[in-house]
């Protein structure tokens, strides 16, 4: 700066004779305290007037300089206000002076844009006609009034409401962001500085208006200004009434819940037991082989086979004796009908043969258990499809990756279960769902991030993409069917299967026998049990990191972009090969939300360009389907679940493709990014957004909802919070940070090992005793490590937060409360929590790990992130692959806040609930919804899409037909 007189006043001669200190010099911070007898400094608080905002240390002296240089203006004074709570803000107060002529706020505005720094212009300008002094001539602080203009806008003008509904909206408005006026011409964001949390709010209180019931942050994003807004929902077109919608609602008695949750621990019991004893038989008819090695081996062979068609055909015959054919009803939740129901869902998806998904035997084992499936069908869906009987899908159709089709849905009470129609030559998009009673016809698409609800059809050779479904040009098939022969077919099945039975599964048998034949000649110690969780702990470790960085580089010398192979053959099998080697989910949690995520990911193939280091660039859980097509632009950060898509695919052949994510993206949550993606650099994809791949190249915009919309790149809020940390203190930071996170990942890796270390001594012990006990010892050692395991991850994710509650936070990845829930993160991601789906003993788990949980509440297979920040109302409803957000992170900005489900509660099949959500009593998320962060959801509320809106009202009936009083419900 040149300012020999500042560098004077700040560095001062040092009075304490601080050792090593050559200059002789120290820094004046301003702050006040005193050094005591031991030597200790004794902070007092600030001896000036300098605050700390956003990461800025802002002097207020320097602002009331700038103010006071106006001629204009007599008195000035400046300080802070917490306009509501979190929310801080600088506030100018100045007194004109007398006989001069009156200064406008909006040059006083621009004034103070072009002399100060962005992070100091006051966000109010407040003109009092004198400021309040106390007697010894200071601001009185304490007598300086609450602002009440509008944020500081430099070329905004007020503008009054035209007409009611603009007054009405100005109003709700201005009580939200805690103003008195606002303009009609203000942007939400840009002018009042809102952000999506607040517009929630807004919206909410919109929805009070009978005629707006269906208003949603899509329309608050499309019409930025309360004149555009009121515009838009003053057309009939635009709005529709909310009606209500008969549903069967129940809620369970005490009685049936703990007795179907006796039933179900019961068949736990009695399902381990047996198999257990299967197995036994299995193993003494293979150790009557063991002098004969060959003879050892081949039986080592047949008893794998048998187990893998063993417990796949039982579960077969397993649903035919209970069910018999799945038809469309629906039935309570914790019934007689629910157990078999859930009974039969285990043991199917249980099966060994569910690890071929998308194979000819897979396809082969839904045929059996009542599928109608047409030649060379394909299905790659994450989850295993239940009510098969009611689930049609016809020749040379694919259903891609993390798609799911289930064939029923749990709401407020009950199982339906209904029709799942998908005709020949159709396609189903990555990271799709199908909800039941809907159909696609032959040659029609359903694209990526898209969902069918209940009642959809897709006319035959539409393509249609969003949640829920619209009609779209877009092709996401861009690789065409062929015929396939069914010797490739066989042979492919054949070639997966012997390397099961002929290498994988013999191994451990061999072991087994090995320790059997020499078990008894030396007593086993805690030692060796203590070496052999190293070696296969580290080993383990070592060996997917090899496999995940060697394999698709050597399959790669085959396989080549741009040209289309037949699947099931030689080139196909080598992509399944490289695809499953390099998506470790051991190796991503273990590095990452880290700044060792970046190498481990340009490691396996990633191309990263060059990196900018925040040490929080990846999340845990990336996933792609070849590494050496994916490449990611220069200060691109992700949040976590991105999965890149590299081929395009059909029913019988397949094409690898680049897939590229731009510079200075911004990608949130559970995102599918395709390699024909027509977004660019500098572009915000929101959570759980439905990339576009046709139309124009987005750059420089944020993407938002299923079909993609454009919002604003970056809200104010946001950008005020992350620019606190400039890049000289991001890289002072960074250090410290990745000390943090290595301590971190050393306590990932103990809690690891301690765990792999009890398993093992437990059946160390069991195998010790097996020769008497039989296949009881094993059924001991697996309720044993039952027993502890639970216990041992309860304990350490509850020690991850000092054994207290997350509590709601708004800061940056570079605050060490940020860091403190990462490691949270890491270690709450443990087994357990996907344990038990469909018991009571699931929201016991929950329960213990921090959640509120109410009572009798069905849990199908739900994702919580914050555990302690969830609370669930008796009698909620949640299905499977619906997930619990309560947090965002975007743009290096980390925000949290409370999620509160109600009473009776039902989240569908996929849906996404964000941060600050309140779901009141009854309400309904529909399949694959998104309710974007601080949505109030009316009470016995259907809402649908992405973004979520105001759909239906809930109409509570009995199975009778009559109507189910709400005093009944509470």
């Given at each position: ?732 930071r960074i250090p410290h940070k990745n000390r943090h996170n290595l301590v971190t990942i050393l306590l ?215 109507k189910v009083s709400a005093t009944a419900l509470a």
């Amino acid at each position: 700066l040149n300012r020999p007189d500042l560098t004077e006043q700040k560095f001062i001669a040092d009075f304490v004779g601080l050792p090593n200190n050559p200059s002789k010099r120290i820094y004046r911070t301003g702050d006040l305290g005193r050094i005591n007898d031991q030597g200790e400094i004794e902070y007092a608080g600030r001896i000036d007037t300098q605050v700390k905002i956003r990461g800025y240390r802002i002097e207020l002296g320097e602002i009331e300089a700038v103010l006071l240089d106006q001629p204009e203006i007599a008195q000035a004074a400046v300080t802070t206000w917490e306009i509501e709570p979190g929310r801080v803000e600088l506030v100018a107060y100045y007194a004109p002076k007398a006989g001069q002529k009156a200064i406008s706020r909006a040059d006083l505005a621009r004034t103070m844009k072009r002399r100060l720094p962005d992070y100091m212009v006051p966000s109010y300008l407040e003109e009092l006609p004198v400021i309040p002094m106390t007697v010894s001539n200071k601001v009185d602080l304490r007598q300086l009034p609450k602002p009440t203009s509008v944020r500081l806008s430099g070329n905004r003008a007020m503008v009054a409401p035209g007409n009611d509904d603009a007054r009405f909206m100005a109003d709700a408005l201005a009580a939200v962001l805690k103003f008195d006026e606002v303009s009609v011409e203000d942007n939400f964001f840009d002018d009042l500085g809102a952000n999506s949390l607040l517009m929630a709010h807004f919206c909410a209180r919109l929805r009070t208006r009978k005629e707006w019931a269906t208003a949603s942050m899509r329309d608050i994003y499309l019409h930025p200004t309360v004149a555009q807004l009121a515009l838009h929902l003053g057309v009939a077109d635009e709005m529709t009434t909310a009606t209500n919608e008969p549903v069967l609602t129940r809620r369970a008695s005490n009685f049936a819940y703990w007795t179907c949750g006796a039933a179900q621990l019961l068949f736990y019991a009695l399902y381990s037991y047996g198999a257990l004893w299967a197995v036994n038989d299995g193993l003494n008819w293979m150790y009557d082989a063991l002098d004969d090695p060959l003879q050892l081996y081949i039986r080592c062979v047949a008893l794998s086979a048998a187990v893998f068609f063993g417990m796949s055909g039982f579960a077969v015959i397993a649903k035919w004796v209970l069910v018999g054919r799945w038809k469309a009803e629906a039935f309570p939740i914790w019934g007689v009908r629910y157990f078999r129901f859930w009974v039969v869902k285990t043991l199917i998806r249980t099966a060994p043969v569910v690890l071929f998904r998308g194979s000819p035997l897979y396809s082969i084992y839904l045929q059996l258990l009542g599928t109608k499936l047409g030649k060379n069908a394909v299905i790659e869906s994450k989850s295993v499809p239940v009510c098969t009987d009611l689930i049609s899908i016809g020749a040379n159709t694919i259903l891609r990756k993390e798609s799911m089709i289930l064939g029923f849905r749990a709401q407020s009470g009950y199982i339906h279960t209904g029709p799942l129609t998908i005709g020949r030559d159709a396609f189903v998009g990555v990271g799709s769902t199908l909800d039941i009673d809907t159909r696609i016809g032959d040659g029609a698409q359903l694209g990526h991030s898209s969902s069918l609800h209940r009642g959809q059809s897709i006319p035959d050779g539409e393509r249609w993409h969003g949640s829920p479904a619209v009609p779209t040009t877009a092709d996401y098939c861009k690789v065409r069917n062929v015929d396939p022969s069914n010797i490739r077919r066989f042979l492919f099945e054949a070639v997966q299967l012997i390397g099961l039975f002929a290498i994988v599964t013999p191994l451990p048998l061999l072991f087994h026998s090995y320790w059997e034949n020499v078990g008894d000649d030396y007593q086993e110690t805690i030692g060796v049990v203590a070496i052999g969780t190293t070696v296969t702990l580290f080993g383990y470790i070592a060996v997917a990191f090899l496999a995940a960085t060697l394999v698709p580089r050597l399959t790669n010398l085959i396989l080549k972009p741009g040209r289309t192979y037949t699947l099931y053959g030689f080139r196909y099998w080598l992509q399944t090969v490289a695809e499953f080697s390099s998506n470790s989910r051991v190796l991503g949690l273990l590095f990452g939300d880290s700044s060792a995520i970046v190498h481990y990911i340009r490691a396996i193939g990633w191309n990263l360009n060059r990196v900018v280091q925040t040490g929080s660039n990846f999340g845990s859980n990336q996933q792609h389907e070849n590494p050496l097509l994916c490449e990611i632009g220069t200060e691109t950060m992700v949040s976590d679940g991105l999965f890149m898509i590299n081929m395009h695919k059909s029913a019988s052949a397949f094409r690898l493709e680049p897939t590229r994510i731009g510079e200075r993206n911004y990608l949130g949550n559970n995102i599918y990014y395709p390699p024909d993606g027509r977004t660019g650099d500098n572009v915000l994809l929101g959570t759980k957004v439905m990339i576009p791949i046709d139309g124009p190249l987005r750059e420089n915009v944020g993407l938002l909802g299923s079909p993609a919309f454009e919002i604003p790149r970056m809200v104010n809020r946001d950008k005020e919070l992350i620019a606190g940390v400039d890049e000289d203190d991001r890289r002072r930071r960074i250090p410290h940070k990745n000390r943090h996170n290595l301590v971190t990942i050393l306590l990932f890796v103990a809690t690891q090992w301690i765990m792999l270390f009890a398993t093992l001594a437990i059946w160390d012990r069991a195998l010790n005793y097996y020769t008497e006990w039989a296949e009881v010892a094993l059924f001991v050692a697996v309720l044993l490590t039952s027993a502890i395991t639970i216990p041992f991850y309860i304990f350490v994710e509850r020690a991850s937060l000092g054994f207290g509650r997350l509590k709601p936070q708004m800061t940056t990845i570079y605050d060490v409360a940020f860091w403190r829930h990462e490691r949270h993160w890491k270690l709450a991601d443990s087994p357990i929590v996907r344990l038990f789906a469909g018991t009571p003993f699931r929201p016991m788990i929950l329960r213990m790990l921090g959640v509120k949980v109410g009572k009798r509440v069905y849990d199908g297979g739900s994702n919580l992130t914050e555990r302690s920040l969830v609370e669930i109302g008796d009698d909620a409803t949640l299905n499977e692959g619906c997930v619990i957000q309560a947090h965002s992170l975007e743009e290096g900005a980390f925000k949290s806040d409370f999620i509160r489900i109600g009473k009776g509660c039902t989240l569908g099949p996929s849906a996404f609930v964000h941060y600050g959500v309140v779901m009141g009593e009854g309400s309904v998320v529909d399949v694959d919804s998104f309710v974007m962060k601080g949505e109030e959801l009316e009470p016995n509320s259907i809402w649908r899409g992405n973004p979520a809106k105001l759909h239906r009202f809930v109409e509570p009936i009995t199975d009778d037909g009559s109507k189910v009083s709400a005093t009944a419900l509470a």
